[in-house]
Nanobody, 124 residues
Framework: QLQLVESGGGLVQPGGSLRLSCAASGFSLEHWAIGWFRQAPGKEREGVSC????????NYADSVKARFTISRADAKNTVYLQMNSLKPEDTAIYYCATVTPSVQSGCTPIFDSWGQGTQVTVSS
């Protein structure tokens, strides 16, 4: 079964950090552009960050620039999202997905299929 599995979420205080992982199962992430998305209660899902298959280009939502860093480790079949200086408004369920290759244009999911996600809660 081909799937992406998110992990690494949790409860953290404002200003804290978390690293999310997106692990592929049943296929190789190599050459696939991957994006991170989030959905807060009562809000639509939004793109957070994405990275090209080569890892050479990235894209970030304005709200997370300079705080979040996306990276990939193809040898581990995993894409990461390092989140620093977390704010309460970062609270959401975070998902990863394959996205269209032109990440400069934004993070656009290829398939409308989502995993369980991982919950991130930023609260004191």
């Amino acid at each position: 079964q081909l799937q992406l599995v998110e992990s690494g979420g949790g409860l953290v205080q404002p200003g804290g950090s978390l690293r999310l992982s997106c692990a592929a199962s049943g296929f190789s992430l190599e050459h696939w552009a991957i994006g991170w998305f989030r959905q807060a209660p009562g809000k639509e899902r939004e793109g957070v960050s994405c990275i090209t298959g080569s890892g050479g280009r990235t894209n970030y939502a304005d709200s997370v620039k300079a705080r979040f860093t996306i990276s990939r480790a193809d040898a581990k079949n995993t894409v990461y999202l390092q989140m620093n200086s977390l704010k309460p408004e970062d609270t959401a369920i975070y998902y990863c997905a394959t996205v269209t290759p032109s990440v400069q244009s934004g993070c656009t999911p290829i398939f409308d299929s989502w995993g369980q996600g991982t919950q991130v809660t930023v609260s004191s």
